[in-house]
Nanobody, 125 residues
Framework: QVQLVESGGGLVQTGDSLRLSCVASGRAWDIYVMGWFRQAPGKEREFVAAIRRASGTTYYPDSVKGRFTISRDFVKNTVYLQMNSLKLEYTAVYYC??????????????????WGQGTQVTVSS
C-alpha cells in the first residue's frame, strides 16, 4: 500500500502562485508515476500533471502548460505542483495520485491506484 498526503492549498487571488506538495509513504518504492488531478464542484476529475518517479519525465494537458510545473524529490518521496498565474477557474480540490503500473495511462484518473485526501485551492478575484 501507498499513502499520499497533500498540503499547500489555500485561498489566493488571481495571478498569484501556489505550490502544492504530496508526500508518499508506505511502499513508495513501487510507485512508477505520480499525478495531480483537480475536481471542481459538479465537474469530473481533471488531469493537470504527471511525473515518472524514476526518470522525471513530465506530462501536462495543454490547459496548464506554461503555468504549472510538476517536480519530485526522489529522496523525500515528495512531488510538488507549482502553479503560477492562477485563474478563477482553477478553483478546485487538488488530488495527488500514484500508480505502480508502467503501462497505465497516466492522464486517466481511473488508472491510478492510490489517492490522497485532496487539498482545496480557491482562487478569488
Amino acid at each position: 500500500q501507498v499513502q499520499l498526503v497533500e498540503s499547500g492549498g489555500g485561498l489566493v487571488q488571481t495571478g498569484d502562485s501556489l505550490r502544492l506538495s504530496c508526500v508518499a509513504s508506505g511502499r513508495a518504492w513501487d510507485i512508477y508515476v505520480m499525478g495531480w488531478f483537480r475536481q471542481a464542484p459538479g465537474k469530473e476529475r481533471e488531469f493537470v500533471a504527471a511525473i515518472r518517479r524514476a526518470s522525471g519525465t513530465t506530462y501536462y494537458p495543454d490547459s496548464v502548460k506554461g503555468r504549472f510545473t510538476i517536480s519530485r524529490d526522489f529522496v523525500k518521496n515528495t512531488v510538488y505542483l507549482q502553479m503560477n498565474s492562477l485563474k478563477l477557474e482553477y478553483t478546485a480540490v487538488y488530488y495527488c495520485a500514484a500508480d505502480t503500473n508502467p503501462a497505465a495511462d497516466n492522464q486517466n484518473p481511473y488508472e491510478y491506484e492510490f489517492w490522497g485526501q485532496g487539498t482545496q485551492v480557491t482562487v478569488s478575484s
